[in-house]
């Protein structure tokens, strides 16, 4: 009898295990049944996904709702068009997998110094992206401009383009832009602001595109790129925000007042600075925000819609009132050294002064802890992130403040407005000292211009926190190098510890990994890792994305087993056993075996042994 050999059996109960494809892996211990899924293709052209901060990491940018996220990459695959310096990409979340795209256009060499893309709406639905050009400012000689994406765009001037599943819109054409009288080689634009849907955009050039706007020349046949002129594009057509209360031409020099939060969620409130003083321009009426504080205001925050803003000014923090004009000092006594951020509806609003961290909720001011980083503010920019209710803020200081040893490095906050109580997520449990700082994203710039993106390092609810770390606060982190971690608030998903949990979202084991994005709820992390986390990344070493996902994770191909000698060869065929006999067959059966005889039984044993039992009184 042959045996069959060992890799044959292990082989054949493998693939009776895994006949429908083993479960994703995960992170060590992590929360709410996260399980990754490779989001950036396994094979790209030999390069690599562009990390966060990377010269190639181009619009690096996850949907609200976690299904998709554009990415960048110095390689040219997945369909592009063109190859730029850095190509964009877009990757949708499939039935059984993620599903890459090309994104960039046809074009012609040399027109772009990095990526086309300059933004994404929140879905992922509309991308901001510029035409780009040859022709770099004054320079005498030079090659025109890409054609136009949209045959109404200006012929050779450089432009911003919309692109959605309808195709390519202009922001400038020859329809909505007839005072552009400027030289295409002269002519440049730039995107400063734009609400969540890229319904509106805001964008500044020196030209004059409406008939209202003042074009400041240069002496050389363009105009004067320290007079600006801001306009907010809306359905196909420009207006001019820079003009002044009562004026009907515009005073160029203008600027977008930030380049997050000045511009409401809806696009009818517009806050921009001019000379140093601070303004809101609402529908065909513009409002000078600092006008009884003598100018010179800084804006901080806004509400979403707009109504409510803050700015300060010499030290003091003011709350400024849309509907009456009105301009409150919330701090009397000055000191304000700079403002983390505020609410959707404002009644929140946190800042730093050189006593402490405060928040200011309608009338009461409490202080949140003894000090933080500068790099928390300004809002626009800063670390710092605050839920939409305001309640819970996250931010980054390097004092000890719950009495953890940090030795000066940075670590990760989370203060609870409710309970005024402060717990520090990124504190190494075992309260050794920390091997590294902890750290959030600030906002990152796309392309040219402005950092405008920041990304959702808090879930909306401010009951989820995403970072980065250089320290090993679980076991399950032995990889010596920084990790993307979740910290979740007691009560949330399956977190029961008071004040909160503590998990891995990268491997923790091998590599490093570094934070990228995440959806509104939290549900979807995404990280780069240069390190192959699951089979389908076949390309060792080549950075990628992956997504922790909550209830994630696609069923993959059972692992080969490796096999030596005997055992790579294929299981054995089983033997022909020898065939019954035929009905027909003739000749005397087998003899029958005799039957046995039975003993005879030993009767007056057993009746011995029953008078005996009855003589001792039934006992045994």
């Known amino acids: 009898m042959r045996t069959t050999p060992l890799g044959i059996i292990l082989a054949l109960v493998a693939s009776l295990l895994l ?8 992170p060590p211990g992590a929360l709410d049944g996260r399980s990754w899924e490779l989001a950036s293709p396994s094979e790209k052209g030999g390069g690599e996904v562009g990390g966060p901060g990377s010269s190639a990491a181009g619009a690096l940018q996850a949907a609200a709702q976690g299904s998709a996220l554009a990415y960048g990459s110095s390689a040219s695959f997945a369909g592009s068009e063109g190859s730029a310096p850095i190509n964009q990409y877009l990757a949708s979340r499939g039935t059984s997998d993620w599903i890459t795209a090309g ?18 709406s929140a879905d992922l639905g509309t991308a901001l992206l510029s035409s780009g050009w040859a022709c770099r400012l004054a320079e005498a000689e030079c090659a025109a401009a890409n054609p136009p994406l949209e045959a109404g765009a200006p012929s050779g001037y450089r432009n911003l383009y919309l692109r959605d599943s309808a195709g390519y819109r202009a922001l400038v054409t020859n329809a909505n ?10 002519f440049s634009l730039t995107l400063v602001g734009a609400t969540p849907s890229l319904g509106q955009i805001v964008i500044s050039t020196c030209a004059a595109l409406t008939i209202d706007a ?5 002496g050389v046949g363009g105009c004067d790129p320290s007079e600006q002129n801001l306009y907010r594009w809306h359905d196909g057509s420009l207006a001019l925000l820079n003009l002044l209360p009562g004026d009907p031409l515009g005073t160029p020099g203008a600027e977008l007042a930030a380049s997050g939060g000045a511009i409401s969620a809806d696009g009818s409130r517009v806050y921009f600075s001019l000379a140093g003083d601070l303004y809101l321009r609402q529908g065909a009426q513009t409002i000078t925000v600092d006008e009884a504080q003598g100018g010179g205001g800084t804006f901080e925050a806004a509400s979403a819609d707009g109504a409510l803003a803050y700015f300060t000014l010499a030290g003091h923090l003011y709350r400024f009132d849309a509907a009456s004009e009105d301009a409150t000092d919330l701090t009397p006594a000055g000191g304000v050294v700079g403002v983390l951020g505020a609410s959707a509806d404002g009644s ?5 002064t050189g006593a402490g961290l405060f ?6 001011t409490t202080k949140v802890a003894a000090a933080a980083d500068p790099v928390n503010y300004p809002p626009a920019t800063g670390t710092a992130r605050i839920s939409a209710d305001g309640t819970r803020l996250a931010f980054v200081s390097s004092a000890s403040l719950t009495g953890y040893p940090n030795a000066g490095k940075a670590e990760v906050y989370v203060y609870d407005a409710p309970s005024a109580k402060l717990s520090c997520a990124s504190c190494n449990p075992k309260g050794t000292a920390p091997l590294g700082p ?3 994203p600030a906002s990152r710039s796309f392309a040219e211009g402005e950092a405008i993106y920041k990304p959702r390092a808090l879930s909306a609810d401010g009951r989820r926190l995403f970072f980065d770390s250089a320290d090993s606060l679980i076991i399950g982190d032995s990889n010596a190098a920084p990790d993307v971690y979740e910290w979740e608030a007691d009560g949330s998903g399956t977190c029961t510890s008071s004040p909160g949990c503590l998990a891995l979202i990268s491997s923790g084991r091998v590599g490093g990994s570094q934070f990228a994005d995440a959806s509104a709820s939290g549900d979807d992390v995404f990280f780069t890792t240069s390190t192959p986390l699951l089979q389908a990344d076949r390309e060792p070493e080549d950075r990628d994305l992956y997504d922790a996902r909550v209830g994630g994770g696609f069923p993959e191909a059972p692992t080969p087993i ?4 005997d055992a790579c060869q294929g299981p054995p065929t089983i033997p022909d056993e020898p065939a019954p006999p035929t009905i027909g067959f003739v000749g005397p059966g087998n003899p029958q075996p005799a039957k046995p005889k039975k003993p005879a039984k030993k009767k007056h044993k057993r009746k011995h042994r029953r008078h005996a039992h009855e003589k001792g009184g039934g006992q045994r």
């Open 177 to 186: 832009s007839p005072a552009l009288a400027i030289a295409p080689e002269h």
């Open 359 to 364: 928040a200011a909720h309608l009338g009461t």
């Open 214 to 218: 003042t074009e400041v020349p240069d």
């Open 103 to 120: 994104l960039t256009p046809s074009l012609l060499s040399g027109t772009y110094a990095n990526d086309p893309y300059q933004l994404f």
């Open 348 to 352: 929140y609003v946190y800042y730093l």
């Open 562 to 565: 490796p096999c030596d000698g």
């Open 438 to 440: 902890s750290t959030i």
């Open 19 to 26: 006949s429908g494809g083993a479960r994703a892996a995960a």
